[in-house]
Each structure stands twice: as C-alpha cells, then as structure tokens.
C-alpha cells in the first residue's frame, strides 16, 4: 500500500519526498536506463568540491543490461568497507573511529540528501518467505540499476503484500556522492542497528558489500541475537549415474570455489578433464570421466540454518537465503569453457544482469569479453545475476547436507619457493579441524573477488566475517554448536588453483565431487586414509580412483613431487601452522568462548595430531 509507503518515508525522511514504487521486473530495466527508452545511460552525480562525477555506465544488450563502472576500484569489493555507525556490541570498526565524526550528524545529511532526490522505494524479504523479515530500500531514481541488482539477489515484494503491519527489520538507503564528500572515493557501507531496524547505508554503487553481503550482514545480526547461523556457502545435490544422491555444501573465503561447485567440469576438446599443469615441467595430466554426475543447485552462496528447518536428527539442514545468485565469471575466458552458463547467458529467458562485462548497445552481452581494468589487463571480477527462476534444475526446498566441503585458493608450491600449497586434492578432516578451518578461514592466493590480495590472510570467522557487525567469538560458538550438532555431516578440505607445483584450478573440487558422489559421502575405512603429514589437513587417502582413472599419489599426498620433497612440504606446513597460530590466538582472550572451543584451539597451539583432534569431537 502506498499510503504504509508514504507513512514510513515520513518517518525517516526529514522533509516530503517525491518518490516511485516499481512493481514489475521490466519497470527498473526500463528505470535502469533512464526511463526514457535509452540504450545506454549514465549514472552520475554533482558532488559538492569534485563536481561531475560518473559512477558507472548502464548498456541495454540482447540478453539484459551491462553495468560498467568508470572507477577500477568499485569493480572489486573492498575487504575493509564496512563500519558500524552505532554505539551497540561489535567487533568492527566503528565509523567514529575510521573517520573521526560521529555517524549521528552525517546519517542526518545522508537522510537530507535522500529527501531532496527523486527517489526509488520498494519492499522485500531477507531470508525466506515463510521465516524472512521485512526490509526496504531507498534510492535515487538514477540508480535504479542497483535497485535491480537488489531486487534479482533478494526479491521485490508486490504492493499488495505490504500490509499495515509491515514493519521493516532492515532498510537499505542509497547515497553514492557521499563516497567522494566522507570517504575519500573508497567503498564504504555503514550498518546502523537499532533495536526495531538494521539501517545499511551504502555509499556506492557497487552491489556486493551492500545489496548482497550487506543483507547477509542483517541476517547474521539477527542470527547471533536468535542463536542460528547463514553460512557462506554453496550447496548442491549430486546425482550419480546410478542415481545416488549426494548433498554437499562448499563453503570458504571469496574465491574459494562456492560459484564453481555449481558448475559442470570444463572439459579439453576431446572430452578429458585436464588435472593439472605442471608449473616447473610443462607436464599435463588428465583423467577420463565419460559420464559426470547431474547437479541440482540449492544454494550460491548464503544457505540459512534456521533452526526451523532442521528436521535431520543428525545432519545440517539449509536452504538458500537469497532470490538470485552474483556469480563470478572471471574463468570463462573463451567460448565453450563452460557450455551450460554460456548458454543461460547468452540465451537468457529473460534480460539479465552483467557487471563488468564489456557492452555495446543492442549487441549480445558475452560472458568471456570481460572489461579491461587497464590495457589488457582483464578486471579480475566479472559478474552476472542469475535469478534462481531461470537456473536449470534449481532446488527450492531445504537439503540435509551429507558433507561439508572447505575451499582454500592455494599458491604453486616448490622445493625453492615453498608455500602453503601443500594440499593433496582432498583431504578428510575430524570436525574439530573443520571448526579451525571455519575460524580462520584463509583469504588464499590472488584472490579475484576483492582489492586486497597480498600474501595469506584470514577472510575471519566462517568466512562471512568481512559482513557481519557483532562479535567474533559468538560467531565461533555458533559455528562449533552446529558441527557438534550435526555429526552425521562429514567434512573434507579441498584446494584450488594449485596442487604443489601443479596448476589445477578448480578441477580439485569437480573431481572430489564426482568421487564423493558415487561413494555416498566421505565415508572410508581406516585403511584407506592415512594421517597427512601436516596435522592441519587431517587425512590424505591412500589411493584414488574415478571412474577407472588411477589419481597419482603425488595428487593426494604432495610430499611426493619431486619438485617439493619432505623438505619443501614442511617448509610449507611451518608456512600453514604459523598462519593458524596468528589466526586462533586472539579466541582464547575472549572468556565467552565454549570451553570445547578453547580445548581444540589449545590442541593446535600445542602441535595436536589428528588423531588429538578426532578424539576431541567424535563422529557418527
């Protein structure tokens, strides 16, 4: 209802305000370029002291419209970005601290800013239909690109859903000018809670720290007040040619590998799986796979455990928090990587949404043709927005997770230049591990999702920790209450990109998923692991073979290259036990942490075995 509309912008806004209620999909496309039936606009503003300044271009294509923006910058998400405008309990930085000012007087010019624009307003839910909470957002007209974006991630309300009792748990205010005049030009989202609404003020126009993971921020709010978590993860269900099924969810940092355990292995041009490339060598090893196993996708990258879902007595049970998915397409470089997404691009059902894809008005948007950053020099972080509605096979009810997979983008690793890349294709870990992993949760090697990639660091806690505004160590205990109650979920680590001084990419994930799938789930006798030798990456297996394809040992146990050696991998373990060290230590100042919590981390300060580890938590 409009007059519910009008009413709440009242109350927010500081003056009348003339504003739009788009009710359809094809209204913000139309919006997106302008109103007015251009091709190709410009969205721009007058920003006091910078004058003019364009913010990012908007292409009408064949299959959907192409956001291109003006800045390098704001086509990667800002690792740093979010501040806290409030005085409540957090463990992120405050926007007093960053900026020196109180977030009071500047949340007022935002506010006033806002009532002078013509604005776009429409409603919709965070989460699930059933289990969700009301939101809002509130923008200028001119950025109703962003409003789409918003609208394919999280959904639109119609108008005769928002009822007198429609109260929004969250509101999402778009004000990008405020970038240049507060912030130096750098993304910055600010998260105002209160006890009736988590306020979002994104400061750009980029979607990723806002319309995606400031949302996910909301939902983790509400979930470390209610006692539940989202985790970041994918999750899809894998059927066998036998038809088996297996449900595994992939979770890790950005780039870590969630879009991709979506995706259909790239095959060579007479149908092999390229394992990997020897980075010293030039050697290439492939595995013959005839028939993959089909793959129904749940989630992308948000799945709730809500604990109303939960109706497995012993397995982890999640649906997809989100309406679309932000996919990264920065490894299709050519036609015919991935036949499936290329197909869904290029022949959409309906327009979709590219970001940072190169555009010329009334051509086809192709997914391989990624904006230059400089002169060939690729942006890193091409996107598409995939409504759930148009993804072949979707699965829309909730999935009980047969094994949680653990993704690291890992560096070559050499006997000279040795690194943490140290993992076998896959690795099975006891759940006290894969709680550390979720803890520090290593960003990994050259990471395309964001600006800040130099050496090892932590994305933090569940790897939805750059998102989230309360306090780690309540996100810990969650993460370890979840794994202590649901044992009957196994875990495995994989790796990515490389294998020691092997040049894999994702392959390691599509193997160990096609593996898994046709074993029923990460179940092994004792004798068919062996203890890897660093203790972090629990279990190695002792032999591996798919589909009548021998994996090579020095796949699975790295030590065994002969460009690495016992010597080289060490020197790398010493690289990953350090880094865990660093990471974990800060937990045990903080007195609320589960004393569990404090037993396992202890084990690892103090150089625990896996068998340490197994003991410390047990698995059915």
């Not at 009301?134 to 999280?154: C, E, G, H, S």
Request: with cysteine; aromatic share 8%.
């Amino acid at each position: 209802m409009h007059r519910v509309v009008t009413s709440l912008l009242e109350s927010l806004l500081p003056t009348g305000v003339s504003y739009s209620m788009p009710q359809t999909r094809q209204e913000l496309i139309e919006l997106a370029l302008g109103g007015h039936g251009e091709d190709q606009y410009e969205v721009a503003y007058d920003v006091p002291g910078h004058g003019r300044i364009t913010e990012a271009i908007v292409t009408r294509c064949r299959n959907g419209l192409a956001v291109n923006y003006a800045d390098a910058y704001m086509r990667r998400r800002d690792p740093d970005c979010l501040v806290v405008g409030d005085e409540g309990v957090t463990g992120k930085e405050r926007f007093s601290t960053r900026f020196g000012a109180d977030f009071q007087p500047v949340r007022s010019e935002i506010l006033t800013w806002l009532a002078q624009q013509e604005l776009l307003v429409y409603a919709f839910t965070t989460g699930l239909s059933h289990i969700g909470y009301d939101a809002l957002v509130i923008a200028p007209k001119n950025a109703a690109f962003f409003a789409l974006a918003l609208a394919d991630l999280q959904g639109m309300l119609p108008l005769e859903a928002i009822t007198d009792d429609f109260a929004p748990r969250s509101i999402i205010y778009i004000a990008p000018p405020f970038r240049h005049t507060l912030c130096e030009g750098r993304q910055v989202v600010v998260h105002h809670r209160t006890d009736a609404c988590h306020e979002i003020f994104s400061l750009n126009l980029y979607p990723g720290p806002s319309a995606k993971k400031g949302v996910y921020g909301v939902l983790l709010s509400i979930g470390a007040q209610e006692g539940w978590l989202t985790a970041h993860g994918s999750t899809v269900q894998v059927v066998t040619p036998y038809d088996n099924v297996v449900t595994m969810m992939h979770e890790g940092a950005s780039g870590g590998g969630k879009s991709e355990m979506l995706e259909y292995p790239h095959r060579e041009p007479d149908g092999r799986l390229l394992l990997g490339k020897n980075t010293v060598t030039g050697e290439r090893r492939y595995v013959s796979l005839h028939q993959g196993c089909q793959l129904r996708p749940v989630t992308d990258d948000m799945a709730l455990c809500h604990p109303t879902l939960q109706h497995h007595p012993s397995k982890l049970v999640v649906h997809d928090a989100e309406d679309g998915w932000f996919v990264r397409i920065n490894h299709i470089t050519h036609y015919g990587t991935d036949p499936h997404l290329e197909q869904l691009c290029v022949h959409p059902p309906e327009p979709l949404i590219f970001l940072n894809v190169g555009s010329v008005p009334n051509s086809t948007c192709l997914i391989w043709e990624h904006t230059e950053d400089a002169p060939g020099k690729p942006c890193p972080n091409p996107r598409v927005i995939l409504p759930r509605r148009v993804v072949p096979d979707v699965v829309n009810e909730p999935v009980e997770v047969d094994v949680r997979s653990f993704g690291v983008r890992t560096p070559p690793c050499t006997r000279e230049l040795p690194t943490y890349g140290i993992m076998g294709l896959f690795h099975v870990i006891p759940p006290a591990l894969a709680w550390l992993w979720r803890l520090v949760s290593p960003r990994g090697d050259a990471n395309p999702s964001i600006t800040d990639t130099a050496g090892m660091s932590s994305e933090g806690v569940g790897s939805f920790w750059p998102f989230a505004t309360e306090r780690h160590v309540d996100f810990a205990n969650l993460l370890l209450t979840q794994i202590c109650d649901t044992p009957g979920t196994r875990h495995v680590l994989i790796p990515n990109q490389h294998i020691g001084a092997w040049k894999v990419g994702f392959m390691p994930q599509w193997i160990a998923r096609e593996y898994l799938a046709r074993r029923s789930g990460a179940r092994f006798r004792p004798d068919q692991l062996t203890p890897a030798r660093c203790p972090l990456l629990g279990y190695a297996l002792a032999s591996m073979v798919v589909e009548g394809s021998q994996i090579s040992p020095w796949f699975l146990e790295v030590q065994l290259q002969r460009e690495i050696g016992e010597e080289g991998y060490d020197q790398g373990a010493e690289i990953l036990t350090r880094f865990f060290h660093r990471e974990l230590k800060p937990y045990l100042d903080e007195p609320d942490l589960l004393p569990l919590g404090r037993e396992i981390i202890t084990c690892c300060l103090d150089g625990g075995s896996v068998t340490d580890y197994t003991q410390l938590l047990t698995q059915k």
